[in-house]
């Protein structure tokens, strides 16, 4: 019996998307299955969408015409939600994906996750964290990949995001031993059925190194499976102080 593959849906608002980046979508929602639908979305009659005419025939991408019917407004993003919401309840798809940097696709989003679908979202850093957070993993296409060590500023910036570090803390205290340790794996986890989190979007390619450079978290591979363990510094602190009381 073959393995069954999650069908993915994947819509494109134009408008919002760079089509020089399309090749890294593609590597990413490969992790999660096979893409049946591939949609496009804008004015075609405009100059600014050259860019993705050029790669419609390439990438197998279906565009869909939308004129401008207001100046101002973007007619482009009711029809996809239109769309994406007909193939929602008539088609087989388990993934839903949207590449823009637009707010208004969040309503539709939340429909999707509470239909039980897993929707992956795509857009620049300009895109509103309420579109972002509503997604199961939302990812930065204008975040390059960090491969080899920050910068020495870099520590101190992530220090100062206490939105990361609480998310990284709360997710330790959820799944850590008698002695402050957690395994890698869980705290990942964990923080992802919270937010659409991904270090990637931080600039670092997995959360090891992110939680490394971050310094305000001890981390250790574990004896016999070398997973990583993970803990909280000042749980060791308030360890070392307890044991100097009693003594």
């Known amino acids: 019996m073959k393995e069954n593959i999650q069908k993915i849906a ?5 408008d919002n998307a760079q089509a020089s980046k399309f090749d890294m979508v593609l ?57 994406a919401m007909d193939i929602l309840y008539t088609k087989e798809i388990d993934v839903m994906c949207f590449i823009s940097s637009d707010c208004d696709f969040t309503p539709m989003v939340v429909r999707a996750l509470a239909e039980g679908k897993v929707v992956l979202g795509f857009g620049e850093r300009k895109t509103p964290q309420p579109f972002v957070n509503a997604c199961s993993k939302f990812l930065y296409l204008d975040q390059e990949e960090q491969t080899n060590s920050a910068t020495p500023s870099k520590p101190q910036n992530l220090k100062s995001d206490t939105r990361l570090i609480n998310l990284i803390r709360t997710a330790i205290d959820a799944t850590a031993d008698d002695d402050g340790w957690a395994m890698l794996g869980p705290i990942g986890s964990h923080i992802s059925n919270k937010t659409s989190f991904d270090s990637r979007n931080y600039g670092f390619k997995n ?27 000042r749980k060791n602190k308030k360890s070392s102080e307890s044991k100097k009381a009693k003594a």
């Open 207 to 233: 959360l090891s190194s992110l939680i490394k450079e971050i310094d305000l978290f001890e981390i250790k591979r574990n004896t016999g499976s070398n997973a990583f363990l993970v803990r909280d510094s």
């Open 10 to 14: 994947l819509f494109i608002d134009a």
């Open 27 to 83: 590597s990413e929602v490969a992790k999660y299955g096979v893409v049946t639908i591939r949609k496009a979305y804008g004015n075609w009659k405009s100059p600014t969408l050259k860019q993705w005419e050029d790669i419609l025939h390439e990438y197998a991408i279906q565009p869909v015409q939308q004129y401008d019917l207001t100046k101002g407004k973007n007619a482009s993003d009711i029809s996809l939600v239109i769309d």
